[in-house]
């Protein structure tokens, strides 16, 4: 019979790979000139296309303002391009350049070579197993922040 763990020492788990993980993947894409914020903006726009920084913010989960800086140093480094939104003129509707989704698409080759690395340790069941269980703690949570 496996050893009893308080959900502090789950969470303490948890939060402890989380952070290595974060850790090794910001090393991966700033060895490809990206960061992990950039990178996430960048694949969510090749992903879903063109939309204004509010929508792309709360497909983040991320606040407006860090998004706007974020959109703004990818304009800088002509990675994105910003428009008038015809439908809200307060909105700009973000679109990736062709250097964008080239970064994009790098972008998702890291993530894809780096999340291999860590959790390819792991045979297929238990990963079914790991995603099941984060589901569960992630619609819990959900349903907390609803009340």
Known sequence: MANAVSPV???QAYMELHHQAHKIMERAMSAEGLSVGRAKVLMRLAAHGPMNQ???AGLLGFAPRSVTETVDGLERDGLVTRADDPHDRRARIVQLTPAGQESAELAATVR?????????V????QRVQLVSLLGTVRTNLAQGESD
């Open 54 to 56: 509010a929508t792309l």
């Open 122 to 125: 792991l045979p297929p069941a």
């Open 9 to 11: 020492e789950a969470g």
């Open 112 to 120: 894809t070579k780096v999340m291999g690395e860590i959790f390819g």
